[in-house]
T-cell receptor, first 114, second 113 residues
Framework: GENVEQHPSTLSVQEGDSAVIKCTYS??????FPWYKQELGKRPQLIID?????GEKKDQRIAVTLNKTAKHFSLHITETQPEDSAVYFCAATLANQAGTALIFGKGTTLSVSS | DAGVIQSPRHEVTEMGQEVTLRCKPI?????LFWYRQTMMRGLELLIY????????DSGMPEDRFSAKMPNASFSTLKIQPSEPRDSAVYFC???????????FGSGTQLSVL
């Protein structure tokens, strides 16, 4: 069925390194792609999003790129810091007969060691 | 605004008991979503409402699950009877526009023994 695949499931980096998380989606009609960060025991929170008419968006140390042809998008975190350690979820809009909703990937656990 | 408010934060119950989770969305948000989070399956969409009307409940796992939204400021997710495999964190979220910029509540950690 329609879904969002996310890789890797876990990622360990040294402080100061870059981290990249990739997602693919199956619904060619998807037009909105947010990323959420969930710290341990807390709620998911939106950190950046991109719409299908844009190829790249940047906000300080985080950036998201979108390739609509290949149906994949990626989160890039530069100069990682220990406080970036969390679970990151990608998501994409999915339309079905009932309506349109946000479907999430299974998450990537990022660990940044100092 | 206090954000999306869920209660209880934690619920421990025995198999077969009825469980009711509650949610108050952000005022003015027309969309309300119920998600379930587990290690194996990640964040799964269970159901969502638009202006208090259920739009898509295809994610509700079984007839044991039901959700209501009697007014714009309150929704419930009920499990009856509960089973151990229902143990998970249940999140409520709301948004102004469908699927855009969801705001999540703190979640309810449900443990069914």
């Amino acid at each position: 069925g329609e879904n969002v695949e996310q890789h890797p499931s876990t990622l360990s980096v040294q402080e100061g390194d870059s981290a990249v998380i990739k997602c693919t989606y199956s619904d060619s009609a998807s037009n909105y792609f947010p990323w959420y960060k969930q710290e341990l025991g807390k709620r998911p929170q939106l950190i950046i999003d991109i719409r299908s008419n844009v190829g790249e968006k940047k906000d300080q140390r985080i950036a998201v790129t979108l390739n609509k042809t290949a149906k994949h998008f990626s989160l890039h975190i530069t100069e990682t810091q220990p406080e970036d350690s969390a679970v990151y979820f990608c998501a994409a809009t999915l339309a079905n007969q009932a309506g349109t909703a946000l479907i999430f990937g299974k998450g990537t656990t990022l660990s940044v060691s100092s | 605004d206090a954000g999306v408010i869920q209660s209880p934060r934690h619920e421990v119950t025995e198999m077969g008991q009825e469980v009711t989770l509650r949610c108050k969305p952000i005022s003015g948000h027309d969309y309300l979503f119920w998600y379930r989070q587990t290690m194996m399956r990640g964040l799964e969409l269970l159901i969502y409402f638009n202006n208090n009307v259920p739009i898509d409940d295809s994610g509700m796992p079984e007839d044991r699950f039901s959700a209501k939204m009697p007014n714009a400021s309150f929704s419930t997710l009920k499990i009856q009877p509960s089973e151990p495999r229902d143990s998970a964190v249940y999140f409520c979220a709301s948004s102004l526009v469908l699927g855009i910029q969801l705001f999540f509540g703190s979640g309810t950690q449900l443990s069914v023994l």
